[in-house]
């Protein structure tokens, strides 16, 4: 209750502040529009997207999908994932930095796991390494300046988007070039951040038409966070500071209106020292030192960057729309991660003193896919898709450890660990989608997809802590040659033109591997996939002459053969480990009051637990909770659409987001918890056009400076269970002002 009455007393002083309820809209919407006789419209803006590989309104997509808008991530002053994940219902996320994060859909997780369970696409490009291999669980946090927009779809989307869309895919989806008109836009934006120092964004874009067929969109940005984590210990200030940079550039040719050629070149680059975590006591969770203080004893600086290339061609045949998608991807990672409460812990029976040790580790995915789509006419009987996909990764993969209490990091006079470890992963796929119409009212949808994934991985590893069976000339090299199934079946019924109700079964797998190998006798030369069955009941309606929408959902899933890390004679390796639900329930809602003011909110309760043991994690009985996602979440938003003297105008949005508590690990021995507390987080953002070109804005985030315990990592506990705890926190209160001049 106590908790409750915070909340409430947190929504009272926004609502007393800005003298309007707070909500929190799926999408933000624009300034009404004027109808044609001249009364002000107050029907929702619609929202299309194109979550099912077809154009079509968010309100008859069967399935939960939340769009948020080039307006909406404005109004949010949302540039990355950090800054928009609280307002989707059903997703979070364990922050690895502050260039990535690991992403849940619907508790899809095991906290732990070394490749994602959460797709990510850039248009229709997959990004990121399939597998474990390419550390594929660790996810840019892509820069939104200038995307058309970001849909986030809960539950597998395994038929349309395949491998490792278990709990969901989200999609970045970019602008396209104009044909017809010139537009420019530059920007600034300056804050401080309360406990940290000043950050600065800058960013700009250039639509030009080149010719009637042709037209060209550049856009470029820069942003740094100056960070907000100090060391006392040993003397620094401004850790987990970051800088993201890149662009885009998109070439649109369209010589007849049948035939469109998209080339696209994107690159983000994100350089980082050190993250935003403060240590916490295991037992307590109180601060070891200050509450935003950490105490690492040697520099970590890491690199992430990826660099994109495209090309899509659209033909518009008589009978179906023809797409062929080409894509060539290089990420790379490179880290030092201070693990020295890991390491000393580890190595406290050897007699080994408190030495500062440091992991290196510098990872490379060069990543092609061809995408072949043939998606048929709208018509009022049967609708159908195929598609053909092929994927091709090359990861390099170097890991070093050293010991940096000793000249060159040695430990005894060697090397701790060192090794190369490539690796391959080939995916062959073909899907069908089909729509049967059975009257104007009720509809039958199902898909299905084959995959096969063949995948090697070659180890030489060598040093005093090394474990492996590479020891030989010739490096071992594990091979897995896998197939998958997934499919797709969902009835929707309209019981009015502005009410549906559907039902939705689906599943979906991540790829399964070689492991790392290890000397005879010791863990597992494979691991297999691990798959899902979603099962959810829905409802999305629209009322009140179009000014309202409610969606929402009941799901059940049931997982098995779960991909969890052990530990195997010092190394991680992947195993299968028993069976998991998810069951849950997800809100969301828009309500246009007047034509100038609108309410939205979402909400969302997810039950994850382990239905079976997982002995590899020590867990001996059934039903422990899943970590990083929280029982409940939700998020508001309102926003107030103004017209001031002068021809001013703008919009004022308050947002409000709670986090419900939730557990890193699953409280063992092999898997320590540590439990994260609640919390709130109230943000306001007003924006004023002074004219046609210039756009003023004022933004506070974290109005009331909550503490935030975003992740955590309970690593060192494992060896040492008064190691303390680091945590992620989110951002302090930051107070900033931004400027626009846009020309079009």
Known sequence: MATSHRIFATLAAVLSAIGTPVALAQSTQPPAASAGNGAAS????????????????????????????????????????????????????????????????????????????????????????????????????????????VEVLNGPQGTLYGATSLGGTIRYVSQTPELRSFEADVGAELGSTQHGHINHTYDGLVNIPITDV?????????????????????????????????????????????????????????????????????????????????????????????????????????????SSITGYQVNNGTSYTDDSLIYDAALAAFGAGQDPWRLYVNTTTKKFTQEIRVVSRKNDHFQWLIGGFLGNEKTSEIVDLFDTANPGGVFFGLSPFTSFLPSTYREYAAYADGTLFFTRRFELGMGLRYSRQKQAYEETVSGLLATGSS???????????????????????????????????ASGFRP??????????????????????????????????????????????????????????????????????????????????????????TAAYTDARLTSTAPVLGVNSVGDRLPVSPRFNFALISTYDFTWYGGYT??????????????????????????????????????????????????????????????????????DPAAPVPVFLAQPRTIGLSVNYRFK
């Open 650 to 719: 703008g919009a004022f949005t308050a947002t409000d987001r709670w986090m419900g508590e939730r557990n890193a690990g699953f409280g063992t021995l092999v898997s320590p918890q540590f439990q994260l507390g609640a919390y709130n987080i109230t943000d306001l953002n007003l924006s004023v056009r002074a004219s046609d070109h210039v756009r003023y804005g004022l933004f506070v985030r974290n109005v009331f400076d909550r503490v935030g315990e975003v992740s955590a990592s309970v690593l060192a506990n494992e060896y």
């Open 471 to 505: 020891t030989s000339l010739t490096p071992p090299v594990a091979t897995s040659d896998q197939s998958v199934m997934t499919y797709l079946l969902n009835p929707k019924y309209h019981i009015t033109h502005d009410v549906m109700v559907y039902a939705r079964a």
């Open 42 to 149: 107050w029907e929702l803006t619609k929202v299309v997207v194109t979550a099912t590989r077809r154009s079509e309104s968010i309100q008859n997509v069967s399935g939960q999908v939340t769009a948020l808008t080039a307006g909406a991530l404005r109004q949010l002053n949302a540039r990355d994932l950090n800054d928009f994940a609280g307002f989707v219902p059903g997703l979070s996320f364990s922050s690895t930095g502050a260039s990535t994060n690991l992403l849940v859909i619907r508790g899809i997780t095991t906290g732990s796991q070394l490749s994602s369970a959460t797709g990510v696409y850039l248009d229709d490009i997959p990004l990121g390494a399939s597998t474990s291999n390419g550390v594929g669980y660790q996810s840019l946090n892509i820069n939104t300046f200038d995307l058309n927009r």
């Open 214 to 322: 042709a037209a060209i969109r550049i856009d470029g940005y820069q942003t740094y966070d100056a960070g907000y984590a100090k060391d006392p210990v040993y003397g620094r200030d401004n850790a987990g500071w970051s800088r993201s940079e890149g662009g885009r550039v998109a070439l649109l040719v369209r010589p007849s209106d049948k035939l469109d050629v998209v080339l696209r070149a994107s690159t983000q680059h994100i350089p980082s020292e050190s993250a935003d975590v403060a240590f916490r006591n295991p037992a307590t969770g109180q601060p070891t030192y200050g509450t935003y203080d950490q105490a690492y004893p040697t520099f970590q600086p890491s690199d992430y960057s990826l660099t994109l290339y495209s090309a899509t061609i659209d033909y518009q045949a008589p009978w179906a729309k023809v």
């Open 512 to 601: 399964g591997g070689p492991n790392f190998v290890l000397k005879p006798g010791l863990g597992n030369p494979t691991f297999g996939p691990d798959r899902l069955w979603s099962y959810e009941l829905g409802e999305k309606s629209t009322f009140l002459d179009e000014r309202a929408t409610l969606d929402f959902d009941l799901y059940d899933i049931l997982w098995k053969d779960i991909q969890v890390t052990v530990n195997n004679g010092g190394v991680n390796q992947l195993e299968n480990a028993g069976t998991a639900r998810v069951t849950g329930a997800e809100m969301l809602f828009n309500y246009r009051l007047t034509s100038t003011w609108t309410l939205g909110g």
